[in-house]
């Protein structure tokens, strides 16, 4: 049905389903109508994210370092949030905006970018996990790095993925999938049985240089590789390869198959 507007437009709104909700309830009898607003007015205290919610003067947040040999100096990736329906039991703490600070003026232009975008995305609400899937695989064409502990990192992009992603785990967005019981005691196995064989193959290197009465005597002179602690905070083998599930450098050769000291993935199972 046609209807004339006799009146100047000063406004108007995109009408959703969900706001005609009232209206709906509205219409049903007065008995089903007070069982139902209750529960509609429960429902409408608490309030999502959206890009509607206006930021708040304060807003409580993170700051990451980030230290890349691809650039001269450290990024320094700032995450601030927003909190929902504080002191209730529905209190949300979710992304609301993400700055990105360096003295190296490189990269200014992209990371302006990336910033404004990932900023929008989050004060859209919903689920925005997926940015750090997304992030995570873009490759630089000129190779990656591996970062501080072993892990491989393909560019800085991922880096900034990384980062978003240990933010999003710690205000409870991304559930961490930590080890079981079992495999953290099988990754404590295969790496006392590493360190003891390469603790005495150190041995017989040692005692084959000092006289060489060991060679005299027909025994084998091992190969000496002791696990140090490589990079900065690494306690892997220097020798170590990258495993292709958690990409840390932390694979060795253990009863002849290839096995991670760091998640416990093997070829041989």
């Not at 995109?14 to 049903?28: G, R, S, T």
């Not at 064409?141 to 970062?147: A, D, L, M, N, S």
């Not at 999938?177 to 495999?183: I, K, N, W």
């Not at 495993?243 to 760091?262: E, Q, W, Y």
Request: proline share 4%; hydrophobic share 45%; with cysteine.
């Amino acid at each position: 049905m046609a209807i004339k507007i006799e009146k100047k437009i000063s406004g108007y709104a995109v009408v959703k389903p969900e706001d005609k909700a009232p209206a709906a309830v509205a219409a049903v009898p007065l008995d089903e109508a007070a069982a139902i607003a209750p529960i509609g007015m429960a429902m409408a205290e608490v309030i999502q994210l959206h890009e509607r919610v206006e930021r708040p003067e304060v807003l409580v947040g993170s700051t990451y370092k980030i230290k890349s040999p691809l650039v001269e100096h450290a990024m320094y990736v700032t995450i601030n949030d927003i909190v929902l329906n504080y002191g209730t039991e529905h209190e949300l703490r979710r992304p609301f905006e993400v700055f990105i600070n360096s003295k190296s003026m490189d990269h200014f232009q992209w990371i302006v970018a990336l910033t404004r975008i990932m900023s929008a995305v989050f004060r859209k609400g919903g689920d925005v996990t997926f940015l750090v899937e997304e992030m995570k695989a873009v490759f630089d064409p000129r190779g990656g790095y591996f970062k501080a502990g072993g892990v491989y990192m393909p560019s800085i992009v991922a880096e900034i993925g990384a980062v978003v992603e240990e933010h999003l785990k710690s205000i409870g967005m991304i559930v961490s999938e930590d080890l079981s019981e079992a495999q953290m005691r099988l990754i404590a196995e295969k790496r006392a049985a590493y360190e003891a064989r390469a603790k005495k193959n150190s041995e017989i290197g040692t005692a084959g240089e000092m006289g060489g009465e060991m060679l005299a005597a027909g025994k084998p002179a091992g190969s000496s590789e002791a696990v140090m602690v490589t990079g900065e905070g690494a306690s892997f083998p220097p020798s170590a390869s990258m495993c292709h599930k958690c990409s840390t450098k932390a694979v060795v050769i253990l009863d002849g198959c290839a096995t991670c000291l760091n998640c416990g993935y093997s070829k041989c199972g």
